[in-house]
C-alpha cells in the first residue's frame, strides 16, 4: 500500500518560503519511472499542479511558479519537498503531493495540508 504524508506549517507569512515535505511509504521515489507531484487547490479555484521530480531527479516546475519554486528530495528519508518562496495571500490552498505513473495517471494522493498565508 503506497502512502503519501504532507507536513509543513499551516500558517505562513506574506513574503516568507513555504516548505512542505512529502513522506513516502510503500515504494521508492527513486523507483523506475514514478514521478511524484506537488498540487495545490486554492478556495473556489481548480486544480494547479506545481511541479514534480521524477525517479531521475530532474525536476518540472509549473511556468507560472517556477521564479518562486523548487523541489528537492531526500532519498534515504524516501522525502520530497516543497519550497515556495516570497509567498502571498494567493499562495493560501490546500497543498497535495500524489505519485503519478509513467502514464500520467495519479494514482495515490496524500491528505492534503492548508496553508494559510496570512500576516
Known amino acids: 500500500q503506497v502512502q503519501l504524508q504532507e507536513s509543513g506549517p499551516g500558517l505562513v507569512k506574506p513574503t516568507q518560503t513555504l516548505t512542505l515535505t512529502c513522506t513516502v511509504s510503500?515504494?521508492?521515489?527513486?523507483?523506475?519511472?514514478?514521478?511524484w507531484m506537488w498540487i495545490r487547490q486554492a478556495p473556489g479555484k481548480e486544480l494547479e499542479w506545481i511541479g514534480y521530480?521524477?525517479?531521475?531527479?530532474?525536476?518540472t516546475i509549473n511556468p507560472s511558479l517556477k521564479s518562486r519554486t523548487s523541489i528537492s528530495r531526500n532519498t534515504s528519508k524516501n522525502q520530497f519537498t516543497l519550497d515556495l518562496t516570497s509567498v502571498t495571500p494567493e499562495d493560501t490552498a490546500v497543498y497535495y503531493c500524489?505519485?503519478?505513473?509513467?502514464?500520467?495517471?495519479?494514482?495515490?494522493w496524500g491528505q492534503g495540508t492548508q496553508v494559510t498565508v496570512s500576516s
Open positions: 500524489a505519485r503519478a505513473t509513467p502514464g500520467w495517471r495519479l494514482d495515490y
Open positions: 510503500g515504494d521508492s521515489i527513486t523507483a523506475s519511472g514514478s514521478r
Open positions: 521530480i521524477p525517479y531521475t531527479g530532474t525536476t
